[in-house]
């Protein structure tokens, strides 16, 4: 009994020595920097063969060959990394990344137990705790004196020390120094010091929710990133009280995330971009440069290619001219054209969305030109948006010089499908935007993603209207002196090379023309419901002045910065933001009382079913004429069509509006499943197909 257990004694006692000996040999493998690093590579890079291991590593040399082979073969030996024979690769075995992980993990409480404090630092690595680094960053991010900034850092370490925090990160320090300019008085320095970004919980959120995000992670990023970019546009770009009209609701700009670095609108000619050619240069080396033109195939390839590029520049929408032109050269085949086409427009459409309403591509028709193209065109386009739930490329039917009666038919067809359609004699974007030089046939470019709170200056007025138009200037003046500051921030971006297709192609601000727009909404609730005018001749004479006064503001504040600027009132965002906050200011019984819905008018609004008994002496539509004529940005009129109007009824519509109106554009209520993407006008509380009660209209 005593010779077993003496047996099993010696038995244990020989296993711990091999386990210990194996664990000493472990450590000594972990002792050599050389080794620690080639670990690292495998872990980060996956299976490498031979000489890129070597490479990775530093070994570069033939002299050092010897060296690496002897760390290798060290590795190998303790079975933290192995070979694959057959594909003679080597990777990192779990033994290895958990050496791996112990290694840090010994390097990372070190530091912590030597007493010293270290900061996490935003690059990703750990170094010694230097109040220096403080007063550097004060002097050249906030523009500090240095004698302040040595004040500030002196106050912040104090603090560091009082704590005893001995593991610190550069974003707990950068609250600190904030924290303590603030408690000073110094507001200012803090806004340029201050971290932009999303809270932790908000990206969580983010995450979890994916299922409300409809561009992938493109969306995603896009989403998080104008974030950053629009609380630096509020903090740290725009005058203080520009940037208190926006958050308050005096005023509200569009796209906050992009409105320093995109314009909103450009106009260009398609003939003049593919005959002139698409220099790129050294920007997006992964795209395809256009090949020179000579089938239906090379133009379809680079209008895709022109159109997606385009996309890429503007935050709402691009208007293409030329198309039915640069077409006739390949004629012969009109079904052909008409299936390219919609080839066309399906590849532009996986073309980036910086957000959920995306950048519109809209094709101008001049109807009286070549009438079979045209045609191909329209029924291209039908099969488009036949195939997409929710289409961002649209058309400008031009009527100024021929007949819609046509073309109805096909037209009626291609809303009843929910195609994006605006009709005008004019050139106009699909948002209703006028474009602002229309003696140049080159690209013209609107900014326009500012717009004014009418309702807002009539509640603060008292009923006084020359109060309220006094108002108005004197809040135009900032919002144009903020939007000249844009167009020379974007100017300087796009020169720089953020935007190559303006800069490079269009010799932007010198071949283009640049019209800043500002958009008025809210006129009839303001006017009619808040000033406690009657909608007749006497509340019809105060609109009129409201847009006067805008007009001559613009024209005057314009002269003086050297800038071309014009008077919208066509759809914004703002017009649910405006109404939202002001019922949360005046009550929301206040605003419901002269609101049609959650949102406040944008532009003016015909009833297709009243069309038809209109003529050009009925008040609404003398007054549409009237307000279009005045308005030196744009008008959008809108002609509401209801869901049970037939195709016939919709011909009949269009074809009397056009008749009345200058421009209009017709809207009608097409459903959409959001979950499985099937449209159809007649979907009521569930998807058909999928049974999903997520229905957008």
Same mark, same amino acid.
């Given at each position: 009994?005593?010779?077993?257990?003496?047996?099993?004694?010696?038995?244990?006692?020989?296993?711990?020595?091999?386990?210990?000996?194996?664990?000493?040999?472990?450590?000594?493998?972990?002792?050599?920097?050389?080794?620690?690093?080639?670990?690292?590579?495998?872990?980060?890079?996956?299976?490498?063969?031979?000489?890129?291991?070597?490479?990775?590593?530093?070994?570069?040399?033939?002299?050092?060959?010897?060296?690496?082979?002897?760390?290798?073969?060290?590795?190998?030996?303790?079975?933290?990394?192995?070979?694959?024979?057959?594909?003679?690769?080597?990777?990192?075995?779990?033994?290895?990344?958990?050496?791996?992980?112990?290694?840090?993990?010994?390097?990372?409480?070190?530091?912590?137990?030597?007493?010293? &404090?270290?900061?996490?630092?935003?690059?990703?690595?750990?170094?010694?705790? /230097?109040?220096?680094?403080?007063?550097?960053?004060?002097?050249?991010?906030?523009?500090?004196?240095?004698?302040?900034?040595?004040?500030? %850092?002196?106050?912040?370490?104090?603090?560091?020390?009082?704590?005893?925090?001995?593991?610190?990160?550069?974003?707990?320090?950068?609250? @600190?120094?904030?924290?303590?300019?603030?408690?000073?008085?110094?507001?200012?320095?803090?806004?340029?010091?201050?971290?932009?970004?999303?809270?932790?919980?908000?990206?969580?959120?983010?995450?979890?929710?994916?299922?409300?995000?409809?561009?992938?992670?493109?969306?995603?990023?896009?989403?998080?990133?104008?974030?950053?970019?629009?609380?630096?546009?509020?903090? /740290?770009?725009?005058?203080?009280?520009?940037?208190?009209?926006?958050?308050?609701?005096?005023?509200?700009?569009?796209?906050?995330?992009?409105?320093?670095?995109?314009?909103?609108?450009?106009?260009?000619?398609?003939?003049?971009?593919?005959?002139?050619?698409?220099?790129?240069?050294?920007?997006?080396?992964?795209?395809?440069? @256009?090949?020179?033109?000579?089938?239906?195939?090379?133009?379809?390839?680079?209008?895709?290619?022109?159109?997606?590029?385009?996309?890429?520049?503007?935050?709402?929408?691009?208007?293409?001219?030329?198309?039915?032109?640069?077409?006739?050269?390949?004629?012969?085949?009109?079904?052909?054209?008409?299936?390219?086409?919609? /080839?066309?427009?399906?590849?532009?459409?996986?073309?980036?969305?910086?957000?959920?309403?995306?950048?519109?591509?809209?094709?101008?028709?001049?109807?009286?030109?070549?009438?079979?193209?045209?045609?191909?065109?329209?029924?291209?386009?039908?099969?488009?948006?036949?195939?997409?739930?929710?289409?961002?490329?649209?058309?400008?039917?031009?009527?100024?010089?021929?007949?819609?009666?046509?073309?109805?038919?096909?037209?009626?067809?291609?809303?009843?499908?929910?195609?994006?359609?605006?009709?005008?004699?004019?050139?106009?974007?699909?948002?209703?935007?006028?474009?602002?030089?229309?003696? /140049?046939?080159?690209?013209?470019?609107?900014?326009?993603?500012?717009?004014?709170?009418?309702?807002?200056?009539?509640?603060?007025?008292?009923?006084?209207?020359?109060?309220?138009?006094?108002?108005?200037?004197?809040?135009?003046?900032?919002?144009?002196?903020? @939007?000249?500051?844009?167009?020379?921030?974007?100017?300087?971006?796009?020169?720089?090379?953020?935007?190559?297709?303006?800069?490079?192609?269009?010799?932007?601000?010198?071949?283009?023309?640049?019209?800043?727009?500002?958009?008025?909404?809210?006129?009839?609730?303001?006017?009619?419901?808040?000033?406690?005018?009657?909608?007749?001749?006497?509340?019809?004479?105060?609109?009129? $002045?409201?847009?006067?006064?805008?007009?001559?503001?613009?024209?005057? $504040?314009?002269?003086? @910065?050297?800038?071309?600027?014009?008077?919208?009132?066509?759809?914004?965002?703002?017009?649910?933001?405006?109404?939202?906050?002001?019922?949360?200011?005046?009550?929301?019984?206040?605003?419901?009382?002269?609101?049609?819905?959650?949102?406040?008018?944008?532009?003016?609004?015909?009833?297709?079913?009243?069309?038809?008994?209109?003529?050009?002496?009925?008040?609404?539509?003398?007054?549409?004429?009237?307000?279009?004529?005045?308005?030196?940005?744009?008008?959008?009129?809108?002609?509401?069509?209801?869901?049970? &109007?037939? %195709?016939?009824?919709?011909?009949?519509?269009?074809? $009397?509006?056009?008749?009345?109106?200058?421009?209009?554009?017709?809207?009608?209520?097409?459903?959409?499943?959001?979950?499985?993407?099937?449209?159809?006008?007649?979907?009521?509380?569930?998807?058909?197909?999928?049974?999903?009660?997520?229905?957008?209209?």
């Amino acid at each position: 009994m005593e010779l077993s257990e003496d047996f099993e004694d010696q038995k244990r006692g020989g296993i711990l020595q091999s386990a210990s000996k194996r664990v000493r040999m472990i450590f000594s493998v972990m002792a050599s920097p050389n080794r620690i690093d080639i670990l690292r590579i495998l872990n980060s890079k996956g299976p490498l063969t031979y000489s890129e291991l070597k490479s990775l590593a530093g070994f570069k040399s033939k002299k050092e060959s010897g060296k690496f082979a002897y760390h290798l073969r060290k590795l190998l030996r303790q079975s933290l990394v192995a070979l694959n024979k057959s594909e003679r690769r080597y990777t990192i075995t779990n033994l290895g990344k958990l050496v791996l992980s112990l290694a840090r993990q010994i390097e990372e409480r070190s530091i912590i137990e030597s007493g010293k &404090m270290y900061v996490r630092t935003s690059h990703e690595a750990i170094e010694e705790f /230097n109040s220096h680094k403080i007063i550097q960053s004060l002097v050249r991010e906030g523009s500090l004196p240095l004698e302040l900034a040595q004040k500030i %850092t002196e106050e912040v370490e104090n603090r560091i020390y009082k704590f005893q925090t001995t593991y610190l990160t550069s974003s707990l320090i950068r609250e @600190m120094v904030n924290a303590v300019l603030l408690e000073h008085g110094h507001e200012e320095y803090r806004h340029k010091l201050a971290r932009l970004g999303l809270p932790a919980y908000d990206i969580h959120e983010m995450i979890t929710n994916v299922d409300g995000i409809h561009n992938g992670v493109e969306g995603l990023l896009f989403k998080t990133g104008q974030t950053v970019f629009g609380e630096h546009l509020v903090l /740290n770009t725009l005058p203080k009280d520009v940037a208190d009209s926006h958050l308050s609701g005096d005023i509200h700009l569009t796209n906050t995330g992009i409105w320093s670095l995109l314009p909103d609108t450009i106009f260009v000619n398609i003939k003049e971009l593919l005959e002139d050619g698409i220099d790129l240069r050294g920007k997006f080396l992964g795209v395809t440069r @256009m090949p020179p033109i000579k089938t239906l195939d090379d133009l379809i390839t680079s209008l895709s290619l022109v159109t997606s590029l385009l996309l890429k520049e503007v935050s709402q929408e691009v208007i293409i001219d030329g198309l039915v032109t640069v077409l006739q050269k390949f004629s012969k085949n009109l079904s052909e054209v008409e299936e390219k086409i919609a /080839n066309a427009f399906a590849i532009t459409s996986t073309a980036p969305k910086y957000n959920e309403n995306s950048a519109l591509a809209s094709f101008r028709i001049p109807l009286g030109s070549d009438s079979k193209i045209i045609a191909a065109i329209l029924a291209g386009y039908k099969k488009y948006i036949k195939s997409t739930p929710l289409p961002h490329i649209g058309l400008i039917i031009d009527y100024e010089k021929g007949k819609i009666m046509e073309f109805s038919d096909l037209l009626s067809e291609i809303i009843v499908l929910g195609g994006r359609i605006i009709f005008s004699k004019s050139h106009i974007s699909n948002h209703g935007i006028l474009r602002g030089d229309t003696k /140049n046939t080159g690209t013209s470019i609107n900014l326009q993603a500012l717009s004014i709170n009418l309702p807002r200056l009539a509640f603060e007025s008292n009923k006084d209207e020359t109060y309220f138009r006094a108002r108005l200037a004197i809040l135009m003046k900032p919002a144009l002196a903020a @939007m000249s500051l844009r167009k020379k921030d974007i100017s300087d971006l796009t020169r720089r090379g953020l935007n190559p297709i303006l800069a490079s192609n269009t010799q932007y601000m010198q071949k283009g023309s640049v019209t800043l727009v500002v958009n008025l909404l809210g006129l009839k609730e303001a006017v009619l419901g808040i000033l406690g005018y009657e909608n007749n001749k006497a509340g019809n004479e105060i609109m009129t $002045k409201v847009l006067e006064t805008a007009i001559e503001v613009a024209a005057k $504040k314009g002269k003086e @910065m050297g800038d071309n600027v014009t008077i919208s009132m066509t759809e914004s965002d703002a017009a649910t933001r405006f109404s939202t906050l002001d019922g949360e200011k005046y009550g929301k019984m206040s605003i419901h009382q002269f609101v049609e819905g959650d949102a406040y008018s944008a532009g003016m609004t015909l009833n297709a079913s009243e069309i038809e008994g209109m003529t050009l002496k009925t008040d609404k539509i003398a007054e549409c004429n009237h307000i279009s004529k005045m308005l030196n940005g744009g008008l959008l009129i809108q002609l509401k069509i209801s869901n049970e &109007m037939d %195709t016939v009824g919709i011909k009949k519509a269009i074809e $009397k509006t056009s008749e009345l109106v200058g421009s209009f554009r017709p809207i009608r209520k097409v459903s959409i499943c959001g979950n499985c993407g099937l449209k159809d006008e007649k979907i009521t509380d569930k998807c058909p197909t999928c049974k999903s009660p997520y229905i957008l209209a």
